[in-house]
């Protein structure tokens, strides 16, 4: 092909493009870019290859860039003339054969079918593929795809980017002409001027400015520069880019070069980027070939050549003075501005430095004009971005959005929120010059001016999701160490501040910080953000400084609780079962002594570390199966379970005496101490238990006529028969504990009166007062509260439902009260204001519910009771929801529709939550929050009143057992502690020698759970005492599951 | 070519300048103290040490005196308690960095560092020190480099290659484990480059340059000889 | 009015500071007039009383029972002064922290001498893995630089801790 000096012949290789983009027949193409490779693309395209050959089949096989979902990757796009475009995902070599034979019989393969696109808008050309396939989805009714706008990344994933000719067909260098044949510099610096492009490489300065500037500057000689330098952690976009589409690039700077008046381009681009680098020295040549770059380009007489160095892996060489020191030959140190590199740059001549993406932009704003630009963004920061989304959430890759989207929109519709559901904490954006958002600040808007008020930048585009597996301190630490091994030396406070902040990162890690490190910390990092000579060293402090103002508990917890809750920091965490368990039973050992057939030992370890082993065995919530390193194998082992059974295999046998002897026989000295606790709940029993072992004298003073609070009265008999509960709370009692039964705190007993007689007073009551609804019809006969139901029914008093029972919520309260009210033969419907998988509720209950035939009724939020004459329930009707925006905890917000529904019923229970019965608090003088819980202090859990603690529900709102039972041992440490003014808490539990070694093969089993009886069986009520719906694992099994355990509790591999 | 004359106001008082000065140059010839580590009268300025940070009303970010040209009608403030701070912190850095025991330093009593300290009342360090192992190069016949007492100033570097033309110096690897070196990462006796003419030493503001033959307090060092030189016309390489 | 309760230690330094301190010469009589020394290598008390108003600390922390003697003054006192740079930074004490602690004892107890080629063990306290400053084990109230510092230094900081008043030395006070 001639290099191209006319019109004509322009047209004639646009034809000829085109000609390969869509040709008579069809046309495979495959997403070749670096993730596409990685996933198998190549063995893909083989496949292809392969099976064409042998078939002979009419088919075009075309090598691709990356459409941008990288989780579904290998992408393979399919075009039958006049049909759509179709997507295919997740191809692997062996479909080749039968997506070909498919595609010749013009079938479709179901299974790998992502999308179809029927038309395309390339902004410099329009592409109509046709229409077809109704069943398909369109492009962008695929969640990750939804609200995407792209501009920069038009061409990805469409075109052979090792093609120049297929560029030219989708209407590239058009721009580059028409700006040659225009012969106006200054126009195109005024309409990108106009456009309010900012730099896209992170500090957001305009771009026309930039350009104006340099081109006023008077020289022999200019150079303009492509930054693509891209070294932050967890970004991608510019090797994306220049892989999929390298000549938009190579056009944006011939037209920068012309408009700014260099002859002289320079792509300083990672080595670490083979194909990138690969890519683009192909363009380049194929560009020189066409008469695009070289002399007299396009036949309009203007001269200008690209050159391609690669960098030598320096992230401070993204710095642009450092990038120039760099392509000098020196080593990459920045050096101070002014001057400026347009003033004086490269080898001392004027010079303009842009970032990839800023480049790609160019020819667009040139074809379509600034007004179209400005179209999509916000206000002051006009077009899109490109952010690589990685991390802990669902969907990953790049998303081109416009500027101004707000955060939650990329991270939970495009990117479909956590990983397996699991919560998502925070992301980092902008690498580790950037800050992170927290969770609670989702709703902002991704813009320049945002971000940077909260204290992150924009950067290069990287977005880094975290969830509750990561540690806050620990990734503000990474972050650190990554630019602390970057720093170039030159200036001090990056060089000495960045290794000073390290080390004092470290020593939080390690659980040796002290308050006073985080003010130092928090000084230094200003002092490094302030003080230092370039962005490297301004921007390093940001992942610390965020971290340390949006999760400061965080570091709190790993100075004062020496903690580290997402279980990273190994010195501060036992194993991630452990760390995740309230109660922080060691989890690995009771596993391992069990295995080692040590059964009573297993279960001195199981009660001492949690003292209503049985009934936890049973009803936990079991946040340690969410956070089991099983999972990444198969799934998580069922810990639960296993203490279940360990726990029922001595309570509920023969050994129960003996092992009871043992466990007396552990008490301490008395102390001569005396401590109340009001509450006889698992929260009040658990500090009873430890303070009975530590010597004191404990009195437990309870409203109800017998102990177990919630576990008696709100937990049903198919869950936890109380037989169970009475063998547990048996053992408490032998250690001495007393018990006043029916007697309220503050009531019949006056808060002065405890503070007169005991040396400690420890709040534990429960959270029994229905939040009532405000709801029309609460009056009626037949609306019951579900904690009051619960305990009529657990009393044995006689309750009235009727057939049909409306319950209302999506918590255990509402599962408990639906599955009981079946219990007692009605029918029940649960009416939940959101959607199935947003029930807070346990899954195993919800699901066990509907096998049990309770029907549900989502999306619905109660409207009104309607009573009949008799002033009794006879319908609820309930306003059917639609999902909105995202809330605080990562789910959907319901918004009211006004579509009514009507339920006849008979009786209906609320369960919409539970909050603290507190006035006798605020006759006593604790403060109370405004959440209507004690008010108390995090460490220590001391209330407003001195020698008063508080822990379970009565400060965290209602919970769950184990969180409530976490408090009641946290107490009575602190307690012990401070009655005794020395630390004697770690002398009250047994040592056990026990195998610590990692486990030469672990079972290759699948998780056993608990049997569940025959739902026929289980209904079957005797004497109105409900079964008990779940058995314990077999000795066989629990054996088994103890042998999936991968022993993370292991620290140092042991020799083998 | 006649500069332009241009008007500062430093720390409220109204000074004349000349357009293509720095502010460091501007605030010393009007007697205002800044203080700096890295910056030396006569060699080039690089803004590495930091502590001549200055504030500049209008501008949010603090500037490098040394290397920020003087603009017409500028508002400069050379201290505040803020720079006090950032600057003992600056100096705090490099005291914990690597190995200054001034009790046992040629320069001890007539150290740039030292002195610093004293006048921005650094009296103790609050962060971790590195105690990292450094050699002592003696190879040359009549100095002695210790990395020890570095604080990576580059005066050595500077002086050499824009006074002297030799280039002997320069710094080699990266953030903290940066270091100097002479030639090609030679031992300094070895450095065919050296002329021995010993201004590196003179230019050192610490105890890491120093002649042989000195014990304790017993090196001291002419730095303004190296800007007088430097100040000649013609001199620069 | 009551005396102040003054304490001198000396951890892994040279006396030096002692020295200054004895230095102060006519100076020691207002001191005594203010306060009592209660512990100290200059009076003759065996155990760290268990309050103390002014404890002047000399010397690095660089053995277990430098360790548990700073926990324990720290505990016990009011104002804890880190007297002289060993005190203050680690100084010569510290030039050993390059070199790990087995190397050390066995260049100077075994390579270093003619006769009696071995390591200490008995009755001497386990070295530190490094020498380092008081701050980094316990909170100092107060730094007093210098090698040693000064006695007319000295007596000034003194001075101004048993009146009462912030001592404002710092611009007497230097490294080395």
């Known amino acids: ?740 039964y029916n007697q309220r705190v503050g009531f019949d007993v006056p808060l002065n009166e405890l503070d007169d007689n005991y040396d400690a007073v420890f709040i534990a009551i429960g959270t029994w007062k229905e939040s009532w609804l405000y709801l029309a019809g609460t009056e009626l006969k037949g609306v019951y509260p579900a904690l009051n139901f619960l305990e009529m029914v657990a009393k044995g008093e006689s309750v009235k439902l009727g057939k049909r029972v409306a319950v209302i919520g999506g918590g255990n309260a509402a599962i408990d009260s639906a599955r009981t009210a079946m219990r007692m033969g009605a029918e029940v419907n649960i009416i939940y204001r959101r959607e199935r998988k947003d029930m807070p509720a346990i899954e195993e209950e919800t699901e066990a519910a509907r096998q049990e035939g309770a029907r549900f009724s989502f999306l619905a939020a109660p409207h009104r009771i309607i009573g009949g004459p008799d002033g009794s329930v006879k319908a609820i009707e309930v306003v059917k929801t639609r999902l909105g925006e995202y809330d605080s905890s990562g789910r959907r917000k319901p918004v009211l529709t006004d579509e009514i529904q009507r339920f006849d019923c008979d009786a209906v229970v609320l369960a919409v939550g539970e909050v603290l019965d507190l006035d006798f608090a605020r006759a006593s003088g604790l403060q109370i929050k405004e959440s209507g819980t004690i008010d108390y202090d995090r460490f220590s859990l001391e209330t407003s009143r001195p020698r008063f603690y508080a822990g379970g529900d009565a400060i965290s709102g209602a919970s769950n057992v184990s969180n409530a039972m976490g408090y009641g041992k946290k107490a009575a440490r602190i307690m012990d502690e401070r009655l005794m003014g020395v630390q004697r808490w770690h002398d009250v539990f047994p040592s056990f020698e026990y195998d610590r070694t990692v486990p030469h093969e672990t079972s290759q089993c699948r998780r056993h759970a608990g049997h569940h009886i025959p739902v026929s069986i289980r209904m079957r009520a005797a004497d109105s005492i409900f079964p008990e719906v779940v058995d314990g694992l077999t000795p066989l099994e629990a054996t088994e599951e103890a042998n999936r355990c991968l022993r993370c509790d292991v620290k140092t591999v042991g020799a083998h | 070519m006649t500069q332009k004359k241009l008007s500062v106001r430093i720390d409220g008082e109204l000074v004349n300048a000349t357009e293509g000065q720095s502010i460091l140059q501007v605030a010393r010839a009007a007697g205002k103290y800044i203080p700096t580590l890295c910056y030396l009268e006569g060699l080039s300025s690089v803004g590495a040490c930091r502590l001549c940070i200055v504030e500049v009303s209008g501008s949010g970010r603090l500037l490098p005196a040394c290397t920020t040209p003087v603009q017409d009608g500028m508002s400069v403030t050379t201290n505040s308690p803020k720079l006090a701070r950032y600057r003992r912190i600056t100096l705090e850095l490099l005291f914990a960095e690597r190995n200054h025991t001034c009790s046992v330093c040629v320069s001890n009593g007539n150290c740039e560092l030292q002195a610093m300290a004293k006048t921005l009342g650094v009296t103790s360090i609050r962060y971790p020190h590195n105690f990292p192992k450094l050699p002592v190069d003696l190879s040359h016949t009549r100095y002695v480099l210790d990395h020890n007492r570095c604080i990576l100033c580059t005066r050595c570097v500077r002086v050499c290659a824009e006074v002297e033309g030799a280039h002997v110096w320069a710094v080699t690897a990266r953030g903290i484990q940066s270091k100097i070196v002479s030639d090609l990462n030679q031992q300094w006796g070895e450095a065919s480059n050296c002329t021995s003419c010993g201004k590196c030493v003179q230019a050192c503001p610490t105890g890491a340059l120093a002649e042989k033959g000195f014990a304790v307090e017993e090196m001291t060092k002419r730095s303004d000889h190296i800007s007088m030189i430097a100040g000649r016309k013609g001199v620069h390489a | 009015m009551k005396k102040i309760k003054l304490a001198t230690v000396w951890l892994d330094g040279c006396a030096g500071c002692h020295m200054s301190l004895l230095d102060i010469d006519a100076g020691i009589l207002t001191v005594a007039q203010k306060a009592d020394i209660v512990y100290g290598p200059l009076v003759d008390a065996q155990e760290f009383p268990d309050e103390v108003d002014v404890t002047l600390v000399e010397g690095a922390v660089s053995s277990q029972e430098d360790l548990h003697k700073i926990q324990k003054i720290r505990q016990c006192t009011r104002t804890l002064v880190s007297l002289g740079d060993c005190a203050v930074t680690g100084n010569v004490p510290a030039m050993r922290n390059t070199i790990p602690v087995p190397k050390l004892l066995q260049r100077i107890y075994v390579e270093g001498v003619q006769e009696n080629k071995s390591v200490p063990v008995d009755r001497v306290p386990p070295l530190l893995k490094q020498a380092r400053p008081l701050r980094d084990y316990v909170k100092v109230d107060l730094h007093v630089p210098g090698c040693p510092p000064s006695a007319q230094a000295i007596l000034a900081v003194v001075s101004d801790l048993l009146d009462g008043r912030n001592p404002e030395a710092n611009a007497k006070l230097k490294f080395g």
């Not at chain 1, 995902?89 to 039968?98: P, S």
């Not at chain 1, 008046?261 to 792509?267: K, L, P």
């Not at chain 1, 003292?611 to 990444?632: E, K």
């Not at chain 1, 869950?719 to 006043?740: H, N, S, Y």
């Open chain 1, 1 to 740: 092909m001639p290099r191209i000096q006319d019109i004509g012949t322009f047209n004639e290789v646009r034809e000829s493009g085109m000609a390969k983009l869509v040709p008579p027949v069809p046309r495979i193409g495959i997403g070749m870019g670096t993730c596409g490779r990685g996933n198998g693309a190549e063995g893909v395209y083989h496949g292809f290859a392969e099976a064409i050959d042998r078939t002979g089949a009419e088919v075009v096989l075309a090598n691709l860039g990356c459409f941008g979902c990288c989780s579904e990757e290998p992408i393979v796009n399919i075009r039958v003339p006049g049909r759509p475009l179709i997507l295919l995902h997740q191809v692997q070599a062996d479909d080749c054969k039968r997506i070909l034979t498919d595609i010749t019989t013009g079938k479709l393969t179901p299974d790998r079918v992502y999308c179809k696109i029927e038309e395309w808008d390339h902004i410099t050309t329009h592409i109509r593929y046709g229409p077809g396939y109704p069943e398909i989805p369109h492009w962008h009714e695929v969640p990750f795809f939804k609200g995407q706008k792209k501009i920069v990344l038009r061409n990805c994933g469409f075109i052979n980017p090792d093609d120049i000719e297929e560029y030219i067909a989708v209407g590239g260098y058009q721009a580059l002409y028409k700006v040659l044949i225009d012969n106006r510099p200054e126009m195109v610096i005024e309409q990108i001027k106009a456009s309010k492009l900012r730099g896209r490489g992170g500090a957001g300065y305009l771009t026309g400015n930039k350009w104006e500037f340099m081109a006023r500057a008077k020289a022999e000689q200019k150079y303009v520069i492509c930054n693509a330098d891209e070294g932050d952690p967890g970004a991608y976009m510019n090797r994306n880019e220049i892989e999929s589409d390298p000549h938009s690039l190579l056009e944006g700077m011939i037209i920068g070069g012309y408009v700014m008046g260099a002859t002289q381009g320079i792509v300083y681009v990672r080595a670490e980027y083979p194909l990138a680098v690969h890519r683009l020295t192909r363009a380049v040549e194929q560009a020189r070939e066409y008469g695009m770059l070289g002399q007299d380009i396009l036949g309009r007489g203007f001269s200008f050549d690209i050159q391609i160095v690669e960098g030598a892996g320096a992230f401070v060489c993204g710095e642009e003075t450092a990038l120039i020191a760099s392509l000098e030959g020196y080593a990459g140190r920045p050096r101070p501005r002014p001057p400026f590199p347009a003033q004086k740059g490269l080898w001392g001549m004027p010079t303009n430095i842009n970032n990839v993406e800023t480049w790609y932009n160019v020819a667009p704003i040139v074809m379509k004009g600034p007004a179209w630009f400005t179209e999509t963004g916000s206000p002051k920061s006009a077009g899109t971005k490109v952010f690589s989304l990685v991390g802990k959430v669902h969907s990953t890759g790049l998303v081109e959005l416009p500027l101004g989207t707000p955060l939650k929109t990329l991270v939970y519709d495009i990117g479909e929120g956590g990983v397996n559901g699991r919560s998502i904490k925070a992301v980092q954006s902008g690498g580790p010059s950037g800050g992170c958002i927290p969770q609670e600040m989702f709703d902002t808007p991704v813009d320049y001016e945002s971000l940077a008020q909260l204290g992150a930048i924009m950067g290069s585009g990287g977005m880094v999701v975290m969830d509750e597996d990561n540690c806050m301190v620990d990734v503000s630490r990474f972050f650190l160490e990554f630019t602390h091994s970057e720093s170039c030396g030159k200036c001090v406070p990056c060089r000495v501040g960045l290794n000073k902040a390290l080390r004092i990162l470290n020593a939080f890690t390690e659980g040796n910080a002290t308050s006073q490190h985080l003010e130092v910390l928090d000084e230094l990092g200003r002092m490094i953000r302030d003080c230092s000579l370039c962005g490297l060293g301004q921007s390093a402090p940001n992942p610390v400084l965020t971290t340390m103002r949006h999760f400061r508990h965080e570091f709190e917890d790993h100075i004062l609780a020496h903690r580290c809750r997402a279980g990273v920091c190994q010195e501060l965490a036992l194993s991630p079962c452990e760390n995740s368990c309230p109660l922080h039973m060691n989890i690995p050992r009771f596993l391992q002594l069990y295995k080692e057939g040590r059964l009573e030992e297993a279960f001195e370890s199981v009660i001492m570390d949690n003292p209503l082993p049985a009934s936890t065995g049973r009803v936990c919530q079991h946040p340690c199966d969410n956070r089991c390193r099983r999972q990444s194998i198969d799934e998580a082992v069922n810990m639960r379970d296993v203490h279940r059974f360990i726990a029922d295999s001595v309570l509920l046998s023969d050994k129960y005496e003996d092992a009871v002897a043992r466990i007396v026989a552990r008490r301490m000295e008395p102390t001569g101490r005396k401590i109340a606790i009001a509450g006889a709940g698992p929260t009040g029993l658990t500090c009873a238990f430890y303070m009975a072992m530590l010597g004191h004298s404990v009195t437990i003073i309870e409203s109800q006529p017998a102990p177990g609070g919630m576990l008696r009265y709100a937990l049903p008999e198919y869950r936890l028969p109380k037989t169970v509960l009475d063998r547990e709370i048996g053992l408490i009692e032998k250690l001495g504990v007393q018990f006043a």
